[in-house]
């Protein structure tokens, strides 16, 4: 896809602003995970690069919100944890790792244990 170079180029400073806008208000973070949940592609769309630059990006900031003390509601970990499902028992293998390296990640077991 030509869009795949687009996504590695901003998915860097993407989450960076994110954190930043985490930073500032805490209370977005639940907002934040939902939107990066619902900017998911279908899996008829067969993005995987994508899928793999939006679990990297989920990784990363349910690291940075558990070194911060926070948290989800049930809904928001109920919505990545069914992701994260989809994820995992993906049949493409790229995807699946990254799904994998999304559930060993402590942000995500801890974030989604405290919910």
């Known amino acids: ?15 960076a602003a994110l954190r ?7 209370g977005v973070f639940g907002k934040i995970i939902r939107g990066v949940l619902s900017s998911w592609p279908k899996r008829s769309s067969g993005n995987t690069p994508k899928e793999v630059l939006l679990l ?10 558990k070194q911060r ?4 509601t049930k ?11 989809a994820c995992v028992s ?10 994998l390296r999304l559930f060993r990640s402590d942000g995500a077991r801890g ?3 405290s919910s």
């Open 1 to 15: 896809s030509h869009l795949k170079p687009l996504l590695q180029v901003i998915h860097k400073p993407l989450v």
């Open 20 to 26: 930043a806008f985490i930073e500032k208000a805490p």
């Open 56 to 65: 990297t990006e989920l990784t990363s900031l349910l690291e940075f919100g």
């Open 69 to 72: 003390g926070l948290k989800l």
């Open 75 to 85: 809904l928001e970990a109920g919505m990545v944890a069914a992701r994260l499902t």
């Open 90 to 99: 993906c049949q493409n293998s790229m995807v699946a790792e990254a799904g």
């Open 111 to 113: 974030i989604l244990a």
